[in-house]
């Protein structure tokens, strides 16, 4: 039992090397590295993070039967602001945005079904999203009026 344990030792002390000789250099190292660039927002998608804002509100004021005077944003900016991929200005798109102005304009002009207008134009975007951009579909979807 003797002669076991002083095999251990021994190796074990013969195991044991010089550790910094075997272990890498830890040294600090100035790398160049680039700056964090933000993200930042295209303007059809910062317009649309904007609407999504003010539906909220319009939301709220629809659940108490109260519809908007006016819209509080240009819906011209569907037809000007420039996408984050240009290629999503498509044909298709651009009868979207046509049917989803018409279906914010009747929030306005046709105060007693403001909940059913509202839904419209949320339904809209949703199904302009499904064609395209796909993934704000779940945000979307809660500002329908249940």
């Known amino acids: 039992m003797h002669k076991f344990l002083i095999v ?39 317009f649309m ?6 539906h909220e509100k319009i939301k709220e004021k629809a659940l108490q039967g109260k519809a908007p005077d006016t819209l509080p944003y240009d819906l011209t900016k569907l037809h000007t602001a420039q996408f984050t991929d240009a290629s999503d200005d498509d044909e298709a798109y651009q009868r979207m945005a046509n049917v989803f102005i018409e279906f914010e304009k009747q929030m306005v002009e046709d105060p007693e079904n403001i909940q059913e207008h509202y839904n419209n134009s949320v339904k809209l975007c949703i199904s302009c999203h499904q064609l395209k951009c796909t993934g704000p579909i779940p945000r979307i979807k809660k500002l329908l009026i249940k």
């Open 49 to 54: 993070e904007d609407m999504y804002v003010e």
């Open 8 to 46: 251990v030792v021994v190796f074990g002390l013969l195991g044991c090397k010089d550790e910094k000789a075997t272990m890498p250099s830890i040294e600090k190292t100035t790398s160049t590295k680039e700056p964090l660039q933000m993200y930042q927002l295209s303007e059809m998608a910062s």
